[in-house]
């Protein structure tokens, strides 16, 4: 790790850093804001999403590596720094002032109740103060009427080991064995155990779980599902269950080396096998191992942490993958922000069909070619290389132009499709990292599915149990 990408690191370990409080990215060659955190100099500043950086500080960026920007964005506390912009709606670039603070990243970007007595958590990373904010929120849904939980750990890649430990130590007595670490050098073998009294060992507890889920958060799903604590639900975990430690070199960088493993309470090890060919496969049956729970449920190592209940991802329209791939869904919210001063709260929101027809009517000219039409072009490249007959050539021309008929039928096949994820995109806009997870959880399958089993104890009871 060079010294120059310390700073990234140090972020990623705290959850702070001093800047604006802004994600940025590149499309088509333009560094746009891509969102806006809370309360932060760059959202109080009057900063959008969308916006394009065009100067920082007088200096031209446009053709900076997005890196060179961000860096050119940070800097100490209460220093000054310069954003000129371009902006949808406007005819001259936008100058703005911004005073740049530590900015805080959440943990927990959002909690709040799905049902009555249903609560929510989305825990995005296990940084410093992860475990104080999981709490005050488990603390204040109780106090909301909340008698179930649902932990939210997809998309989580881990973080730092000790606040997995007190994470797993809110809902598990004090004592118990959370994981273990083995390694050929054998100070470095530990047994990590709570060391607090529990805050609720009896809430059911259901968390969500996919191919996102690494290292801290695989050590969370391990820990819940060898003692019965909870119900995995979603999908399996990505298998990172190795232990890095940093050793200081010269001129400031550091070596990140693998040092050990992680292991369950059951003794299973999270590491899969051989994931970077396997990522997304079902592992052999040879390959694995056999371990038992606390009451005799058999589950399995060598290919990270299985689901008790495997939750397939939405999938998409052809159609809906090229709008999100070509960036026009993020387009079109800019244009739609730009005529839309307020809309609905987060949670009332929704998009109109004469909304969704505008989006029609504004997509008349942009080009967002299926995957299919690729191959279809392939397809005749290769035909009229090789001199295959006119007529062959002819009827893969007459192909494309029925697929591309298609798709134009396709924003109305799919419109419902089309429409929820425009909905959204815009929610986001306005309400920022929070509304988008308020949109999500409308129609999240997974969210839908551990809130029937919360509501069914006794299915929940009996997957608790050895078939």
Same mark, same amino acid.
Request: proline share 4%; net charge neutral; aromatic share 6%.
């Given at each position: 790790?060079?010294?120059?990408?310390?700073?990234? !690191?140090?972020?990623?370990?705290?959850?702070?850093?001093?800047?604006?409080?802004?994600?940025?990215?590149?499309?088509?060659? &333009?560094?746009?804001? !891509?969102?806006?955190?809370?309360?932060?100099?760059?959202?109080?500043?009057?900063?959008?999403?969308?916006?394009? #950086?065009?100067?920082?500080?007088?200096?031209?960026?446009?053709?900076?590596?997005?890196?060179?920007?961000?860096? =050119? =964005?940070?800097?100490?506390?209460?220093?000054?720094?310069?954003?000129?912009?371009?902006?949808?709606?406007?005819?001259?670039?936008?100058?703005?002032? +911004?005073?740049?603070?530590?900015?805080?990243? @959440?943990?927990?970007?959002?909690?709040?109740?799905?049902?009555?007595?249903?609560?929510? #958590?989305?825990?995005?990373?296990?940084?410093?103060?992860?475990?104080?904010?999981?709490?005050?929120?488990?603390?204040?849904?109780?106090?909301?009427?909340?008698?179930?939980?649902?932990?939210?750990?997809?998309?989580?890649?881990?973080?730092?080991?000790?606040?997995?430990?007190?994470?797993?130590? =809110?809902?598990?007595?004090?004592?118990?064995?959370?994981?273990?670490?083995?390694?050929?050098?054998?100070? !470095?073998?530990?047994?990590?155990?709570?060391?607090?009294?529990?805050?609720?060992?009896?809430?059911?507890?259901?968390?969500? #779980?996919?191919?996102?889920?690494?290292?801290? $958060?695989?050590?969370?799903?391990?820990?819940?599902?060898?003692?019965?604590? /909870?119900?995995?639900?979603?999908? &399996?975990?990505?298998?990172?269950?190795?232990?890095?430690?940093?050793?200081?070199?010269?001129?400031?960088?550091?070596?990140?080396?693998?040092? $050990?493993? %992680?292991?369950?309470?059951?003794?299973?090890?999270?590491? @899969?096998?051989? %994931?970077?060919?396997?990522?997304?496969?079902?592992?052999?049956?040879?390959?694995?191992?056999?371990?038992?729970? &606390?009451?005799?449920?058999?589950?399995?190592?060598?290919?990270?942490?299985?689901?008790?209940?495997?939750?397939?991802?939405?999938?998409?329209?052809? #159609?809906?993958?090229? +709008?999100?791939?070509? /960036?026009?869904?993020?387009?079109?919210?800019?244009?739609?922000?730009?005529?839309?001063?307020?809309?609905?709260?987060?949670? $009332?929101?929704?998009?109109?069909?004469?909304?969704?027809?505008?989006?029609?009517?504004?997509?008349?000219?942009?080009?967002?070619?299926?995957? =299919?039409?690729?191959?279809?072009?392939?397809?005749?490249?290769?035909?009229?290389?090789?001199?295959?007959?006119?007529?062959?050539?002819? @009827?893969?021309?007459?192909? &494309?132009?029925?697929?591309?008929?298609?798709?134009?039928?396709?924003?109305?096949?799919?419109?419902?499709?089309?429409?929820?994820?425009?909905?959204?995109?815009?929610?986001?806009?306005?309400?920022?990292?929070?509304?988008?997870?308020?949109?999500?959880?409308?129609?999240?399958?997974?969210?839908?599915?551990?809130?029937?089993?919360?509501?069914?104890?006794?299915?929940?009871?009996?997957?608790?149990?050895?078939?």
């Amino acid at each position: 790790i060079p010294a120059e990408a310390s700073a990234s !690191l140090q972020t990623l370990t705290t959850g702070a850093y001093a800047g604006i409080g802004a994600m940025i990215g590149t499309k088509e060659d &333009k560094h746009l804001i !891509l969102m806006l955190y809370q309360g932060a100099p760059a959202h109080q500043g009057g900063l959008r999403i969308g916006d394009q #950086i065009l100067q920082v500080n007088g200096e031209d960026v446009q053709k900076k590596p997005i890196n060179q920007v961000s860096s =050119l =964005l940070k800097g100490s506390p209460n220093t000054a720094v310069r954003v000129t912009i371009a902006r949808h709606g406007l005819d001259k670039p936008l100058q703005l002032k +911004l005073t740049r603070a530590k900015v805080d990243l @959440k943990n927990v970007p959002y909690f709040g109740q799905i049902k009555p007595d249903v609560g929510y #958590i989305k825990l995005d990373n296990f940084a410093l103060q992860s475990t104080d904010e999981v709490k005050t929120a488990l603390k204040t849904l109780k106090t909301h009427g909340t008698q179930k939980l649902i932990l939210d750990l997809r998309g989580n890649p881990g973080g730092i080991l000790e606040e997995a430990i007190k994470i797993a130590n =809110l809902f598990l007595d004090k004592g118990l064995l959370v994981v273990e670490t083995k390694s050929k050098l054998g100070n !470095l073998a530990k047994t990590y155990k709570t060391k607090e009294p529990a805050y609720d060992t009896q809430i059911p507890l259901i968390v969500l #779980i996919d191919q996102g889920s690494a290292s801290a $958060a695989e050590i969370i799903a391990g820990v819940v599902q060898d003692y019965d604590r /909870g119900i995995l639900v979603g999908k &399996k975990t990505y298998g990172k269950g190795s232990v890095q430690s940093l050793r200081p070199l010269p001129y400031q960088a550091q070596l990140k080396v693998t040092t $050990a493993q %992680y292991y369950t309470p059951s003794g299973r090890s999270i590491q @899969k096998i051989n %994931y970077p060919q396997q990522l997304g496969t079902q592992q052999t049956d040879e390959l694995k191992t056999v371990f038992k729970t &606390k009451q005799g449920r058999m589950v399995y190592e060598g290919n990270g942490i299985d689901p008790d209940i495997e939750v397939e991802k939405r999938s998409i329209s052809p #159609i809906t993958t090229s +709008l999100l791939v070509q /960036g026009l869904i993020f387009d079109y919210t800019t244009v739609f922000c730009a005529q839309h001063d307020t809309i609905a709260p987060a949670q $009332a929101f929704r998009l109109s069909e004469a909304q969704y027809q505008d989006f029609v009517a504004w997509l008349a000219d942009k080009e967002y070619p299926y995957a =299919l039409e690729a191959g279809i072009d392939q397809l005749l490249t290769q035909a009229q290389s090789e001199a295959y007959p006119e007529d062959i050539q002819t @009827k893969i021309s007459a192909l &494309k132009t029925q697929v591309q008929r298609y798709k134009k039928a396709d924003l109305q096949t799919h419109s419902e499709e089309i429409k929820l994820i425009l909905q959204e995109s815009i929610i986001g806009r306005y309400y920022l990292q929070e509304g988008a997870i308020q949109a999500m959880l409308v129609h999240d399958h997974a969210i839908q599915q551990a809130c029937a089993l919360l509501e069914d104890q006794g299915r929940y009871q009996a997957l608790l149990q050895p078939s």
